[in-house]
T-cell receptor, first 114, second 114 residues
Framework: GENVEQHPSTLSVQEGDSAVIKCTYS??????FPWYKQELGKGPQLIID?????GEKKDQRIAVTLNKTAKHFSLHITETQPEDSAVYFC?????????????FGQGTILTVHP | DAMVIQNPRYQVTQFGKPVTLSCSQT?????MYWYQQKSSQAPKLLFH???????NEADTPDNFQSRRPNTSFCFLDIRSPGLGDAAMYLC?????????????FGPGTRLTVT
């Protein structure tokens, strides 16, 4: 089955700096890669996603890049703010018989210091 | 305007005493999922319902069962909770199966087993 590795496990930055979280996946058939943000005491919330026919996607301060050949994708957060502090999960999924099943990475605890 | 509601938010049960966790949704989505998330780990899919069709993950223990009496509600039953079942249980929904349908997560129920 699919395996998703996520690094780093913890990331500490100063407010205004950029943060980058990287994930690799094992199944070349995976074609959908969402990123979730989980705040303390809450369920994960989708913040951005990318499909395999796209190399990069941006939404304001958040961007995701995908390298299908290398089977890795990354989340980029620019101009970080204290409210960006949370746990971030990457995930991979493929269509067809896998029913949209998400395989999550292990998570990254992001701390943004004021 | 909560879309995926989980009750209770915190549940304490005794070792071996059956417990039921509840999830309801106002989105009228076809698919409902149950995930187990242990401390500092990624969510792990237990099973999902597509309408009334139940789909169990291969590695989900028999101790975990689920019911979906109607579109809006889904229950997670743990027949004989063990100490290892202490975790956050997340319910999620999606409009349909397949590539790219966003999963909306509830806030979770934190289960403690004494």
């Amino acid at each position: 089955g699919e395996n998703v590795e996520q690094h780093p496990s913890t990331l500490s930055v100063q407010e205004g700096d950029s943060a980058v979280i990287k994930c690799t996946y094992s199944d070349s058939a995976s074609n959908y890669f969402p990123w979730y943000k989980q705040e303390l005491g809450k369920g994960p919330q989708l913040i951005i996603d990318i499909r395999s026919n796209v190399g990069e996607k941006k939404d304001q301060r958040i961007a995701v890049t995908l390298n299908k050949t290398a089977k890795h994708f990354s989340l980029h957060i620019t101009e970080t703010q204290p409210e960006d502090s949370a746990v971030y999960f990457c995930a991979a999924s493929k269509g067809g018989t896998s029913y949209g099943k998400l395989t999550f990475g292990q998570g990254t605890i992001l701390t943004v210091h004021p | 305007d909560a879309m995926v509601i989980q009750n209770p938010r915190y549940q304490v049960t005794q070792f071996g005493k059956p417990v039921t966790l509840s999830c309801s949704q106002t989105l009228n989505h076809n698919v409902m999922y149950w995930y187990q998330q242990k401390s500092s780990q990624a969510p792990k899919l237990l099973f999902h319902y597509y309408d009334k069709d139940f789909n169990n993950e291969a590695d989900t223990p028999d101790n975990f069962q689920s019911r979906r009496p109607n579109t809006s509600f889904c229950f997670l039953d743990i027949r004989s909770p063990g100490l290892g079942d202490a975790a956050m249980y997340l319910c999620a929904t999606s409009r349909d199966l397949g590539l790219g349908y966003e999963q909306y997560f509830g806030p979770g129920t934190r289960l403690t087993v004494t």
